[in-house]
C-alpha cells in the first residue's frame, strides 16, 4: 500500500501568513490521484483539492495544490481565521485508499 | 445537492457486530461513477479507509479489516450499510460513510456524511 507521509505536524502562523504543508508518497501517486482535505473540529473533512491542484467546488482560491510522482504540496497563500485546523492528504490510484497523518495548522 | 446520513447504534458490545446504514439523499446511488464508502477516524487520530461498494455490488475492503468487514448496497432504499464482526475497543471511532466521485476522472472524496462515534464497551 502506498504510505503517505505529512509534514509539519503541527504548523504555527498568524493570519495573513502563508502556509506550506507536504505530503510525501512513499511510491509515486500516478495521475497526480492525491487529494487535499480540511477538517475542523467536530466536523467531518472537506475536499480542498482534488487531482492533486485542482480546487473543489467553492473553494477560494487562496487554496492551492501543487506536486506530481511522490511529493505534493498545499499552500495557503494568506491564512483567514477559518483555515486554522487539521489538513489530510489522500492518494486514491491505488488500493487500499490511504491518508497522511494529517497536519495541524494552529494560530500562533 | 447529495448529502449523506449515516444511522445505527452508538454502543456496541466487545465480540458483537457493529452495524451501520448510510442513506443517499438528493441523488441517485445507481448512477455510475461514483464509490460508496466508509471510512473511520479513531479519537485524535488520522482517517482510515474501511471500503467501498459500487452500485453494481463491486467491493474493495481495507486489507487490515477485510476478515471482519462486510459492505452492502441496497438501491431499492438508496442505502449502502457496513458491517464490522468481531469488535473491539481498538473499533473505537467516528465513522464517516462518503462518495468517491469518478466522473472523467478521479474527484476525490467530495460527499462526507456528518460521522457517527461509535464506541466499543462492555
Known amino acids: 500500500e502506498i504510505v503517505l507521509t505529512q509534514s509539519p505536524g503541527t504548523l504555527s502562523l498568524s493570519p495573513g501568513e502563508r502556509a506550506t504543508l507536504s505530503c510525501r508518497a512513499s511510491?509515486?501517486?500516478?495521475?497526480?490521484?492525491l487529494a487535499w482535505y480540511q477538517q475542523k473540529p467536530g466536523q467531518a473533512p472537506r475536499l480542498l483539492i482534488y487531482?492533486?491542484?485542482s480546487r473543489a467546488t467553492g473553494i477560494p482560491d487562496r487554496f492551492s495544490g501543487s506536486g506530481s510522482g511522490t511529493d505534493f504540496t498545499l499552500t495557503i497563500s494568506r491564512l483567514e481565521p477559518e483555515d486554522f485546523a487539521v489538513y489530510h492528504c489522500?492518494?486514491?490510484?491505488?488500493?487500499?485508499?490511504?491518508f497522511g497523518q494529517g497536519t495541524k495548522l494552529e494560530i500562533k | 445537492q447529495v448529502q449523506l446520513q449515516e444511522s445505527g447504534p452508538g454502543l456496541v458490545k466487545p465480540s458483537q457486530t457493529l452495524s451501520l446504514t448510510c442513506t443517499v439523499s438528493g441523488g441517485s446511488i445507481s448512477s455510475g461513477g461514483y464509490y460508496w464508502s466508509w471510512i473511520r477516524q479513531h479519537p485524535g487520530k488520522g482517517l482510515e479507509w474501511i471500503g467501498y461498494?459500487?452500485?453494481?455490488?463491486?467491493?474493495s475492503y481495507n486489507p487490515s479489516l477485510k476478515s471482519r468487514v462486510t459492505i452492502s448496497v441496497d438501491t431499492s432504499k438508496n442505502q449502502f450499510s457496513l458491517k464490522l464482526r468481531s469488535v473491539t475497543a481498538a473499533d473505537t471511532a467516528v465513522y464517516y460513510c462518503?462518495?468517491?466521485?469518478?466522473?472523467?476522472?478521479?474527484?476525490?472524496?467530495?460527499?462526507w456524511g456528518q460521522g457517527t462515534t461509535v464506541t466499543v464497551s462492555s
Open positions: 461498494i459500487y452500485y453494481s455490488g463491486t467491493t
Open positions: 489522500q492518494q486514491y490510484v491505488s488500493l487500499p485508499r490511504t
Open positions: 511510491q509515486s501517486v500516478s495521475s497526480s490521484y
Open positions: 487531482g492533486a491542484s
Open positions: 462518503a462518495r468517491e466521485t469518478w466522473i472523467q476522472r478521479g474527484n476525490g472524496v467530495d460527499v
